[in-house]
DNA sequence: AGGGTGACTTGGACTCAGTATT
DNA sequence: AATACTGAGTCCAAGTCACCCT
């Protein structure tokens, strides 16, 4: 353990020149890729080593053909397949419009939990609750206790995000277990630096040396590492523990609101140790007193409690912020672990519209043919993915083709796909779709109310009294299984699904929603307050699995959640040196199994990895860390390894990697003797490894680690980063940050299909105004000298200017151009990375609020309306909190 | 211990409406 | 007015992980 206190310099300058290792690389196009994949190019390219090594190694080592085609994405031009069938004009006499007038008569009198006009925004909602003042209060001290106890921290090392810590120290110059993670990667010289990219190349990423020194194994167990940086003054109690409360089971589930949610709760405690500065409260507890007195301590208290230390004084800057947050609802019921919820209404779900028969007949061998309007719909769902990639493969067609057929009869006319056209079908759709765009506004907007109409009562829940949104109401229509990369299932129909598959959880002495499909009902109704979905069915392609009904990404219980899922991250800089001090020990265990868990920790912590569960034969083929196989990584001297894998929904890993000289061989070692397709880590799996984390911190896995590193490292790029300056520039280093972020954890996305000529007419509209400049010049030159300006392009004379209008103009024109490079350069650098995903998932909203506090920036510059929502619980955080 | 199940989070593509540009 | 572009919102697939059961 060794927890090393920090001493070490940071070293995070701009100038360091050492390029980042852990970027994904990019290798230039694949050989092998699908289009789909090839369409995805990794914004940061490593100098160096790429696509062809990329490409030398996957023959050469055998990948076999699945991983090496790649993903298979979607075409971006996938005309949407979903409503076809049951379009919105489809018939009057949808279920929806059915449920309606029902429900209106039902729910009306009594008291649905539905609000008649619920709040539409935000602040709309916001204003709403404010008016049930007390409640409010106790959020906010609830969110303030968290806060608290956070905002200290400490700045060792350890807490660095990866980037931070890959870096100029040698491998070599620390083969000590006892030095920090950090101190002990070492940069890749030429991989990893990016310089295509403008930010980067001036910013270079934070690299720290550290230096640091920590240490020392001291086991301690019990101890939290330490540490702890100056910097971080305040210190409050720390929450942390709030996930194992969670399960905990509390029997007395009727706790109700009073309850705290976990996170809130956590006392400050008697953290730990080693900080020596940091507050104490601020310090994470000892591992080992954490785990178990977590589970009896957590249970009572509330959150309250900690709210006391600071009062709701926010700053000024501060204020615009309370707005967003929802200080006003009642916080969420008990959180005694099991129970999640003491009263629960809503009105179910609401069904797609009926099947509607356009009769448009395909060909058959060239000839009409007549089909059923069950067969019509499934051959409807085919015929509009004309276009698509999905079509094109034969997974697709085959899986389709089975269930179709099927539906078709033994004895139908239709006997092979190949000899079927759908295009009349095809073109029919087109035409309805025109037409629906060719509508007039009042058209649309009149049907976009009788929908909302339909839909309104179904969007909202009473969940311990409060207001809440529900998130997907809407139960999936049938379609065409399109499942991602090369699933197996791809193309099976998916079936409707009906008031019969549907389960139902509600409150006790809440009514029953009424099922919208006349005649028909309920599979069954639940009273499952241990859970927070309000319904699900059995997914139709993977029957054992379930499609469920949640709450928004705004209700209170995704909020707490949500909490605490940050919460714990933050724990994890705790305990972090700890944890890189003992994988670090044991890379060189006797113990493969031992071995195995560091590498592949030290591979999850330093490459924000996924875990990877084994994964059945009827799912994509993709792998996480424990399920890499050794054709995924090849070993490249002197210590370096090449990552290429397929990841979650099939995108594609890559990244040349400068590690340990200990990480490398072990690598070699659990390659040796093995086939390309066997399992790297053949000693391992998620259990095992999420088991051997929970010890080193209680309620740790695998994916902590990813929102740990998210996290810590906007906070750090914000803090190091930010300089004053006007708001854009502010909002540059933001949107830098964001994207690094999202290269850590392999967001990208699709490269738009428009980009290319985006771009050049970009270039085009800079090269005019280069033009312009120029022209201004020679007639600056003449103006000075008395002489007219020379005629336009079209030979009209131009007006005469003083030298100092000319001059002002140029400026103009030059700044104009300045803004378009930099646009530019961005829209090239983001082509391919989704910003989106981690600020949603991993970036701890209460960083952003902070610096935004910290540098007068508008939150709403950063977090759109729905993330406002979504993170209102982060609001209220005082502007120094750091991560 | 290990497999299976259930619940919940994460994630990219799509759709659509509003805005900017031509 | 037509077209291009953007971003928010939606959709639903695909992960993670805890817990139960054998």
Redesign the pocket.
């Known amino acids: 353990m060794a927890v090393q206190t920090s001493t070490k310099p940071n070293v995070y300058e701009d100038e360091d020149d050492e390029p980042l290792v852990f970027k994904r690389c990019s290798t230039k196009s694949k050989p092998n890729q699908l289009n789909a994949e090839a369409k995805?190019i990794p914004a940061q390219r490593q100098v160096g080593q790429p696509g062809k090594q990329v490409s030398e190694h996957r023959s050469s080592n055998g990948l076999n053909s699945s991983v090496q085609k790649g993903k298979m994405?979607?075409?971006?031009?996938?005309?949407?397949?979903?409503s076809p069938l049951a379009s919105p004009k489809a018939s009057t006499s949808s279920a929806g419009a059915s449920a309606v007038s029902n429900s209106k008569a039902s729910t009306s009198s009594r008291a649905s939990p539905v609000p008649k006009s619920p709040p539409s925004t935000t602040l709309d909602g916001h204003s709403k609750r404010l008016s049930e003042q007390n409640k409010s209060t106790t959020i906010k001290k609830e969110i303030n206790s968290i806060e608290h106890p956070a905002q200290g921290n400490s700045d060792s090392e350890d807490e660095k995000p990866i980037g931070a810590r890959l870096g100029k120290v040698k491998p070599s110059e620390d083969s000590d277990d006892d030095k920090p993670l950090s101190s002990r990667i070492a940069p890749k010289s030429k991989v990893g630096t990016s310089g295509s990219h403008p930010y980067d190349s001036k910013e270079r990423k934070p690299v720290v040396s550290k230096v640091q020194k920590n240490g020392s194994s001291t086991t301690d167990k019990g101890k939290a590492p330490s540490v702890v940086s100056s910097k971080r003054p305040l210190d409050k109690a720390n929450p942390s523990e709030n996930s194992s409360a969670k399960?905990l089971k509390v029997s007395d589930s009727s706790t109700s609101v009073k309850n705290k949610p976990v996170a809130a709760k956590q006392e400050p405690k008697e953290e730990d140790d080693d900080d020596d500065f940091i507050p104490i409260s601020q310090r994470s507890k000892k591992v080992a007193s954490d785990s178990k007195s977590s589970l009896t301590k957590q249970t009572v208290t509330k959150v309250g409690s900690f709210s006391i230390k600071k009062t709701i004084k926010k700053s000024q800057k501060a204020s615009k912020f309370t707005k967003y947050s929802k200080s006003t609802t009642k916080p969420p019921s008990s959180n005694d672990g099991q129970t999640?919820w003491t009263t629960l209404e809503h009105n179910g779900v609401i069904f797609p519209p009926p099947y509607k028969p356009h009769g448009i007949k395909m060909l058959y061998n060239g000839k009409p043919v007549t089909l059923t309007p069950e067969q019509e719909e499934v051959a409807t769902m085919y015929a509009v993915m004309k276009d698509?990639d999905y079509v094109q493969k034969e997974t697709f067609r085959k899986n389709f083709w089975a269930d179709w057929h099927k539906l078709l009869g033994k004895n139908h006319v239709i006997q092979k796909l190949d000899a079927c056209d759908f295009t009349p079908i095809y073109d029919w759709y087109q035409n309805e779709k025109e037409k629906k765009k060719q509508m007039s506004t009042e058209e649309?907007k009149a049907l976009?109310e009788e929908k909302l109409k339909q839909e309104e009562k179904y969007m909202w829940a009473r969940v311990d009294g409060n207001q809440e949104k529900v998130g997907?109401f809407?139960v999936?229509?049938p379609?065409l299984?399109?499942?991602?990369?090369e699933?197996p299932k791809s193309g099976k129909l998916?079936r409707r699904i009906c008031p019969s598959d549907v389960t139902i959880n509600i409150g006790k002495n809440a009514p029953i929603p009424e099922c919208p499909i006349p005649g028909e009902s309920w599979k069954e109704v639940r009273h499952?307050n241990t859970?927070?979905?309000l319904a699900?069915w059995n997914?139709p392609?993977n029957p054992?699995e379930?499609k469920?009904v949640?709450l928004a990404p705004s209700s209170n219980l995704?909020g707490l959640?949500d909490m605490q899922?940050y919460e714990k991250a933050r724990r994890l800089k705790d305990h972090i040196g700890k944890i890189r001090a003992s994988y670090t020990k044991d890379f060189t265990s006797k113990d493969v199994t031992k071995r195995q868990i560091a590498v592949a920790t030290y591979l999850i912590d330093k490459l924000a990895l996924?875990?990877?569960?084994e994964?059945d034969d009827d799912?994509?083929d993709?792998v996480?860390c424990c399920t890499l196989k050794v054709e995924n990584v090849k070993a490249i001297p002197p210590n370096s390894l090449e990552f290429n894998f397929l990841?979650?929904?099939?995108?594609r890993y890559e990244n040349t990697v400068e590690v340990e000289t200990p990480v490398y061989k072990a690598i070699i070692q659990f390659q040796s003797g093995k086939r390309g397709s066997d399992d790297l880590f053949d000693m391992l799996d998620?259990?095992r490894l999420?088991a051997h984390l929970k010890n080193v911190m209680d309620?740790l896995?695998?994916?902590?680690f990813r929102?740990y590193n998210a996290s810590i490292t906007l906070d750090d790029i914000l803090n190091k980063k930010t300089k004053d300056g006007d708001l854009s520039e502010k909002l540059v280093v933001y949107q830098h940050a964001n994207k690094e972020v999202a290269i850590i954890?392999?967001?990208?996305?699709?490269v738009s299909k428009?980009h290319s000529?985006?771009m050049s007419?970009l270039t085009e509209k800079i090269d005019d105004l280069q033009g312009i400049v120029k022209d201004l010049k020679i007639d600056l030159d003449r103006a000075k000298k008395g002489k007219p300006p020379l005629k336009d392009a079209d030979g009209k004379q131009k007006k005469n200017l003083t030298p100092e209008a000319l001059e002002r103009k140029i400026a103009q024109t030059n700044a104009k151009i300045e803004k378009m490079e930099l646009d530019m350069r961005t829209?090239e650098d983001l082509k391919t990375v989704?910003l989106g995903?981690?600020k949603i998932?991993?970036l701890d909203p209460r960083i952003t609020v902070a610096w935004c506090k910290r540098h007068e920036v508008p939150i709403e510059k950063i977090f759109?309306?729905?993330l406002l929502a979504k993170f209102s619980w982060a609001m209220p955080v005082e502007p120094d909190f750091r991560f």
Do not use: M
């Open positions: 995805k994405v979607p075409s971006t031009k996938s005309p949407p397949v979903k399960r999640k698509t649309k976009k997907n809407r999936e229509p379609g299984f399109r499942g991602r990369g699933h998916k499952d859970v927070t979905w699900f997914d392609i054992r379930f469920y949640f995704k959640s899922k996924r875990a990877g569960n994964k799912e994509a993709t996480g990841g979650k929904d099939s995108i998620t259990s999420n309620g896995t695998a994916k902590v929102t954890c392999n967001h990208q996305r699709t428009t000529a985006q007419k829209k989704a995903t981690s998932n991993y759109n309306k729905s």
